[in-house]
């Protein structure tokens, strides 16, 4: 049996590897959950996107999984100060999805199954940095991990990512969600350790 | 002369009461109007904070949110807590 320092194993993957700030590197894929876990059956769920004008697009998730769709690898980075590196998931670009609405909006308030939400500017959401995600690892998603669809915005802390989303308000001004309405940062950028409000 | 004061008048009575165990309090729900105690709500502590839950109708009744030297609280859910106090 070989034996190897954790010490020495966890040096030269941090020298392997830039991580924010703050952050330690984990293997397996923590589940974070701020209430009960809604499980959704596809042939109920819907993606609405509202405009700041009350105008209103929905896909169901026969049009979501129709509409072309992109292999994404990234890592992504938890508040909680986990990172995990590699994770690869296919989904739908928000490009895509908001090529067509036509809105005059800056900010997006993103809406979960289950009544979560959080908040980001509208250009954060586009130009290939957001998608609407649907498999993980090759599989579909489980509930615990957000499915059968979440955001993915992995250049944000993942409290972004809305998991169970179900739809996209587009506002004229921000509007804080979930979290940043209890202490976290309204922008929550990994590699400025935005954490928490004033950061 | 001014209708109010500064919140510093509320120093004696937040001490006494922050400093009791909330556990014992009962709250109602600003969701559904459910009444119950603070230690009977669901809380969910695998997350960036710490939120519980009405066990009726399960809105979120109390968020708390720690940093390093400072912590938030959010009782939004919360129409009220009745405190006990020594008589
Ligand atoms: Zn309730």
């Known amino acids: ?199 | 002369m001014s209708d109010h004061v500064d919140g510093n008048a509320l120093a004696g009575d937040l001490r006494e009461i922050f400093a009791v165990d909330l556990t014992v309090a009962t709250g109602q729900c600003a969701g559904c109007g459910y009444r119950g105690s603070v230690a009977s709500l669901r809380v969910y502590q695998n997350a960036p904070g710490v939120v519980a839950r009405c066990p009726h109708c399960e809105e979120v009744v109390l968020r708390l949110v720690r940093a390093p030297g400072r912590a938030w609280l959010d009782l939004r859910g919360t129409v009220s807590l009745e405190i006990p106090l020594q008589a």
């Open chain 1, 1 to 199: 049996m070989a034996i190897v320092s954790p010490g020495f194993s966890g040096r030269r993957q941090s020298a392997d590897v830039q991580l924010p700030p703050g952050q330690y590197l984990t293997e397996d894929f923590p589940v974070l959950t701020a209430g009960p876990t809604p499980r959704v059956p596809t042939d109920r769920w819907e993606l609405t996107v509202n405009t700041e004008a009350g105008q209103k697009y929905t896909w169901s998730w026969q049009q979501l999984i129709e509409l072309p769709a992109e292999k994404i690898t990234t890592d992504i980075h938890c508040v909680t100060k986990w990172s995990k590196l590699g994770t690869r998931w296919k989904g739908v670009s928000l490009d895509v999805l908001l090529e067509e609405v036509e809105t005059a909006a800056d900010f997006a308030l993103v809406q979960s199954y289950g009544g979560y939400t959080t908040n980001l500017p509208l250009e954060d959401l586009l130009d290939g940095q957001a998608w609407i995600a649907y498999r993980y690892d090759d599989d579909d998603i489980t509930p615990e991990h957000g499915g059968p669809a979440r955001l993915l915005v992995p250049h944000l802390y993942f409290w972004k990512s809305a998991k169970w989303v179900r739809g996209i308000q587009l506002l004229l001004e921000d509007e804080p969600g979930f979290w940043e309405t209890a202490g976290y940062h309204d922008y929550g950028d990994p590699w400025r350790e935005q954490r928490y409000q004033g950061d």
